[in-house]
């Protein structure tokens, strides 16, 4: 157990439709992370929050859209859902923004978009 | 923008036989480096990382990796396989961008372990 919850499980959902995914970090943890997991692009980093604000930008779409509350949770929105959004998101949580700072792993939501 | 090769998608080995997983990064500039591993329907967990203390860094379940420069390889080995080493690994280097580090993973090695 990485200590860090994300929430829900799965999540099958339509084409258009939005949904928001939710991630609570490790405790002690400033830094949370984004990424979409899926075969045919492996690994991507979306999006990186610190203490409540953007840090870095990956390959986020413009239709989706993250925040970092100030209880530090964070929550994914994916919105006007499309097929090849269809993935594993993964949230992870680190202690700050050093290079060297391990990246502890949510155990993901798969999302199915039908 | 760093970007991390790993050569093959699958590595096949008998139990008991050594592991060997290939990871080749570019940069300029000695990078942070770090091995993840992914069990079935799991989220990453830390195998180990380089941070320019030693070239040789031992990590967790008996796997260590060698950081050499001259090669931009950080390849990942352990000397006896276990069929609970089955799993799927990630090699990632850590990039500096806009005052903060963002890790970028190789595609992944999906490890089978025949016994």
């Known amino acids: 157990d990485s200590g860090v919850t994300q929430t829900p499980k799965h999540l099958i959902t339509a084409t258009g439709q939005r949904v928001t995914l939710r991630c609570s970090p490790r405790s002690g943890d400033l830094s949370v992370y984004w990424y979409q997991q899926s075969l045919d692009q492996g690994l991507q980093f979306l999006i990186q929050y610190y203490n409540g604000e953007e840090r870095a930008k990956g390959n986020i779409l413009e239709r989706f859209s993250a925040q970092q509350f100030p209880d530090l949770h964070s929550e994914l929105n994916l919105s006007s859902l499309e097929l090849g959004d269809s993935a594993l998101y993964f949230c992870a949580s680190s202690v700050g923004l050093a290079g060297l700072n391990e990246q502890f792993f949510g155990p993901g939501t798969r999302l199915t978009v039908l | 923008a760093q970007s991390v090769t790993q050569l093959g998608s699958h590595v096949s080995v008998s139990e008991g036989a050594l592991v060997l997983l290939r990871c080749n990064y570019s940069?300029?500039?000695?990078?942070?480096l770090f091995w993840y591993v992914q069990y079935p329907n799991q989220g990453l967990q830390l195998l180990l990382k380089?941070?320019?203390?030693?070239?040789l860094v031992k990590g967790i379940n008996g796997f260590e990796a060698e950081f050499k420069k001259s090669e931009t390889s950080f390849h990942l080995t352990k000397p006896s396989a276990h069929m609970s080493d089955a799993a799927e690994y990630f090699c990632a280097v850590s990039d500096h961008a806009g005052g903060s580090y963002i890790p970028t993973f190789g595609r992944g090695t999906s490890l089978i372990v025949h016994p």
């Open positions: 380089y941070t320019s203390a030693a070239t």
């Open positions: 940069s300029s500039v000695p990078p942070y």
